[in-house]
């Protein structure tokens, strides 16, 4: 079955670099997401790699694959106020739609 | 609409009661998904629609929970003879179709008492 883990909670100053980490244990997991939540807000796809890809970097924003070691993780450079959220790793397999299976979220706390 | 709305926003209901959340996906968009969301934790897959035909429901929890989508835009999640343990957000989100972005909507805070 799919289940995929992360830690629950991280805390970073205003200004350094916040590296979430997320393991999953499917090896068919076609794409990995990286999901924002904000409070009463929905779920905000922040970036997504397909498995084939070690890495992908958008703006701010570095994603890690390690297949091997089902290793997931999100690195967000000069991390803002804006940043604290929660954070949720999520993977799909094929199949052409999106039954994703989401990790139990990471809470970001930035500290000004 | 500009997005997806879900509707009502906050739900309380007294244990036994049916409810009936709504999703208005974003227009044209041909599929649709239902997640169930506890409190601390990350959002589960209930129910898949493409177009007005359910694809798979293997993420219902039992014979209580019901979902259509009878012209293949808005849907309606039932919940039939509420518990507890129902309480909950639950998340709608579409997408265009095939393996694409699923947009979410706000999603519905479901409280059974």
């Known amino acids: 079955g799919e289940d995929v883990e992360q830690s629950l909670f991280l805390s970073v100053r205003e200004g350094d670099s916040s590296v979430i980490n997320c393991t999953y244990t499917d090896s068919s997991s076609t794409y990995l997401y990286w999901y924002k939540q904000e409070p009463g807000a929905g779920l905000q796809l922040l970036t997504y790699i397909f498995s084939n890809m070690d890495m992908k970097q958008d703006q701010r924003l570095t994603v890690l694959l390690n297949k091997k070691d089902k290793h997931l993780s999100l690195r967000i450079a000069d991390t803002q106020t804006g940043d604290s959220a929660i954070y949720f790793c999520a993977e799909t397999l094929s199949g052409g739609y999106q039954k994703v299976t989401f990790g139990t979220g990471t809470k970001l706390q930035v500290i000004p | 609409g500009a997005g997806v709305s879900q509707s009502p926003r906050y739900k309380v209901t007294k244990r036994g009661q049916d409810v009936a959340l709504r999703c208005d996906p974003i227009?044209?968009?041909?599929?649709l998904y239902w997640y169930r969301q506890a409190l601390g934790q990350g959002p589960e897959f209930l129910t898949y629609f493409n177009y007005e035909a359910q694809q798979d429901k293997s993420g219902l929890p039992n014979d209580r929970f019901s979902a259509e989508r009878p012209e293949g835009s808005i849907s309606t999640l039932t919940i039939q003879r509420t518990e507890q343990r129902d309480s909950a957000m639950y998340r709608c989100?579409?997408?265009?179709?095939?393996?694409?972005?699923?947009?979410f909507g706000q999603g519905t805070r479901l409280t059974v008492v």
């Open positions: 227009s044209g968009h041909v599929s």
């Open positions: 989100a579409s997408s265009p179709g095939g393996n694409t972005e699923a947009f």
